[in-house]
């Protein structure tokens, strides 16, 4: 018996030890990448493409961050993200959770053929052109609403808050508070929500990224001085790789060399808000996200 125990735990050791280097493994693949272009934003771009920057900065500069700053319409573009990003992560997580209590009620009425409804809308949309005539025939174009409204329920994040509901949310705990005198309302408003936070730090983190790095509907519906930070980034990108093409010879190597560190910079400034605030989060969003999988 002693020795069976002792094969099991040095079974389990080994065991633990591949999976802790099969995770760091993973950690590497997936973290180097932004590591490196987060080193090749404060180093020479021509070490970079030499191959110096493997690990370290190589010529330490912060010249491509002092030009993606000193565009005034940076300032504007963060200001406008934030905006976006709050009301439109408010306005999603609210219209998900109206959305998916329902769906969670087996006494729902019609609740199959509205829950095929809803998921046919994640297999067929009306595309680019017919999406864009209903924003403008609804007066929509050149406001922020035409960010929001179009796609304003997320189905898959439907399916996960549902499942959440189903699972996680004793149906006994709903019909006492009913027996105590509660309505659905105050049912919703004092006992799914308290005990949905796990799955709404999902809906957020999944709400805010997605809104945070939208700039094609930005570019589309939005006007000029209306554009999130992404889009103000991608045009501050764009107009330097013009300038450089219409350069003459002798100032195309530096033009060449400020634009390159603008493309690594604007990376990281894009990036840098939801990597500070992910940590925060990362509790309940994995806790959440288990919650809600679909399970068979």
Known sequence: ??????????????????????????????????????????????????????LFPSQFTLEGYASVFSDPQIFNGLKNSIIYTVIGTVFSVVMVYCVAFPLSRKDLPGRKWISIFFIITMYFGGGLIPTYLVVRDTGLLNNMWAL???????MGNVILVRNFFENNIPNELMEAAKIDGADNMTVFLRVIIPLSRPIMAVMVVFSMVAFWNDWFTALIYLKPEQAPLPLVLRSLLIASSASKEAVTDV????????????????????AAPMLIIYPFVQKYFEQGFMSGAVKG
């Open 1 to 54: 018996m002693k020795a069976k125990a002792k094969t099991l735990g040095l079974s389990d050791r080994v065991s633990d030890i591949i999976l802790v280097v099969l995770c760091s493994l993973i950690l590497l693949i997936v973290a180097y990448p932004l590591y490196y272009v987060l080193v090749a934003s404060v180093s020479n771009p021509y070490d970079v493409y030499a191959g110096k920057t493997f």
């Open 148 to 154: 929001f409204l179009p796609g304003g329920v997320a």
């Open 251 to 270: 100032g195309y190597a530096e033009l060449n060399r400020i634009t390159e560190m603008i493309k690594f910079s604007s990376i990281i400034v894009a």
